[in-house]
């Protein structure tokens, strides 16, 4: 028995730095239904907007999480998406 290909030794790396944005904005809206905000996330996508980061919650895992990010917590809702976006 040995690896069968799977090890590997790195002789060289490179790490490319990026500058921390100016701004950074977060928005949250609650959907009615987890496959609404999944659709709603593929609309956003066929439109051309990118945001930098995509959370999506279920309800029993969006409250905490959401408050520590510093944005309202949606007062109804199934699902939740948590949307990040940076510019310069």
């Known amino acids: 028995?040995?690896?069968e290909g799977t090890l590997g030794v790195i002789t060289e790396a490179t790490l490319k730095i990026y500058p921390?944005?100016?701004s950074r904005k977060r928005i949250s809206?609650?959907?009615?239904?987890?496959?609404?905000?999944?659709k709603a996330?593929?609309?956003?996508v066929k439109v051309g907007i990118t945001p930098e980061t995509v959370?999506?919650?279920?309800?029993?895992?969006?409250?905490?999480?959401?408050e520590r990010a510093g944005v309202e917590v949606p007062s109804?809702?199934?699902?939740?998406?948590?949307?990040?976006?940076?510019?310069?």
């Open 1 to 3: 028995m040995g690896a």
């Open 20 to 22: 921390m944005p100016v």
């Open 29 to 38: 809206i609650g959907f009615p239904s987890l496959k609404q905000s999944i």
């Open 41 to 44: 996330c593929i609309e956003l």
């Open 55 to 66: 959370y999506l919650f279920e309800y029993i895992n969006c409250g905490q999480y959401l």
């Open 76 to 88: 109804e809702f199934a699902a939740a998406i948590l949307f990040e976006f940076s510019g310069g």
